[in-house]
């Protein structure tokens, strides 16, 4: 903790471990509930066990928030370990209820915290995570990493290419016509978020898997603001050397100055299902 200013974030922020520990970053898990059975995301189930178990067991999961008191000792923990601040960024708000949650706990403090709203999921958090620890880093007070993950925010492109409809169906996330006419024409679907309202929007379908992957990087990049240091991760639904030979391409094509790969945690994953795959980045000035 640098400047006395704790960050924490909830693990939809899909960073890479290392990252997390390199920049000192704490991270509250959400909870992925299946049948009878609680688990901390990426504690108790990891992401490659989850994908793994999602298309074999009958039984669907769903998620629900980390209590008020798993953050209320996160809380205080950072307190005790001399934090004068926090600061805390959430999955968006338009799709749970941890901004809320992480804002009520906050409230009943002793030290400022600051709940930020990164609207959006996956990697749209975790640059914003980024953004912030790279400023405290620098020294930064939590006014400026709070407008340092603003910045970023204003400028993220994601885009995800779905394998198939059915677990956007049994997410509840469409209906059945829809997916019955989708299974029969085997569409790719594309989604995208909205940084603004913090929602998933369409991006358009593909007839085949490598149309699909084509088009995420062509839409993807023509809604990327121009800039010569891009900043872009790769995530995957337990699609690890797909995502592989993505990276390896958006890295020949268009040089980012950072790339990341990693695989797309259970929150998400329970609605993109297995073989997604997604870019999510932005371009520096």
Known sequence: MTNTTALITDSTCDLPQAMIDQYGITVIPQIVVWGDQLFRDRVDLTPEAFYQRLEKDPVWPSTTLPSPADFEKIYRSAIAAGAKEIVVMTVSSAMSGTFQLADQVGRQMDVPVHV??????????????????????????????????????????????????????????????????????????????????????????????????DTLVSRF??????????????????????????????????????????ITGPVLGIHTGPRALALCGYSED
């Open 116 to 213: 930020v709203d990164s609207r959006g999921p996956t990697m749209s958090l975790g640059w914003q995570v980024l953004a912030a620890a790279r400023i405290r880093e620098l020294g930064g007070t939590a006014t400026r990493m709070i407008d340092a993950a603003a910045r970023v925010r204003d400028k993220l492109v994601q885009i995800v290419c779905l394998d198939t409809l059915e677990y956007l169906h049994r997410g509840g996330r469409i209906g059945n016509a829809t997916r019955f006419i989708g299974s029969l024409l085997d569409i790719k679907p594309l989604v995208q978020i909205n940084h603004k309202t913090g929602l998933v929007e369409s991006a358009g379908q593909a007839r085949t898997r490598k149309k699909s992957i």
């Open 221 to 262: 990049f023509e809604q990327l603001t121009p800039g010569n240091l891009k900043r872009i991760a790769v995530l995957h639904g337990n699609a690890f050397t797909e995502a592989q030979a993505l990276a390896e391409r958006i890295k020949n094509d268009f040089h980012p100055v950072e790339l990341l790969v990693n």
